[in-house]
């Protein structure tokens, strides 16, 4: 099978949603209740919010297809820097999902090194993201492309304050 790694299309942004909602929720469901995740799946993470994302000029989506089917997808946002970073000239990676069925298949490998190349062509000094500080999968998988923690701030899931480690990659020019 081949995987083709491209910038995702206005025609994608059903199915991004969808990837979106469903690999969140394959994710991090058994870590929560069930109020907690239907608070958040319906308040900040409808089909309709997540589909607005792709038209924010500061967003850019990088999909990922096997045979034509969306496997994966890496939002990077122009985003506010956290209060750690200051005035540096950064940029976030916001997300990369994978569904379950693509996990093994070098779906988030060859979405990380797509993010890391535009990274270098914005003429950015770092990256940054948050991640679940249980998500010791996901950690494992940044620590593997030198990202360091560097803080910690809140994430609100329905109604419960959990704590997202934020982590830093310097990027230098190819």
Request: with cysteine; proline share 2%; hydrophobic share 45%.
């Amino acid at each position: 099978m081949s995987l083709i790694i491209r910038q995702a299309q206005p025609a994608d942004a059903a199915d991004i949603a969808a990837l979106s909602r469903q690999t969140f929720y394959d994710t991090f469901a058994a870590f929560n209740t069930k109020e907690d995740m239907d608070k958040f799946m319906n308040e900040s993470f409808s089909m309709d919010q997540l589909m607005a994302e792709l038209d924010m000029p500061d967003n850019t989506f990088i999909a990922a297809l096997l045979e034509d089917e969306l496997v994966g997808y890496a939002k990077i946002t122009e985003s506010r820097n956290p209060p750690e970073l200051g005035n540096t000239n950064a940029i976030e990676i916001g997300r990369i999902y994978a569904a379950q069925k693509a996990i093994g298949h070098g779906i988030g490998k060859a979405l990380m090194e797509e993010c890391l190349s535009l990274a270098v062509l914005k003429n950015k000094q770092l990256v940054w993201l948050g991640v679940w500080e249980r998500n010791e999968r996901a950690i494992s998988f940044y620590k593997k492309f030198g990202f360091e923690k560097f803080g910690e701030h809140d994430f609100v899931l329905g109604n419960d304050v959990q704590t997202d480690w934020l982590m830093k990659k310097e990027i230098h020019a190819l």
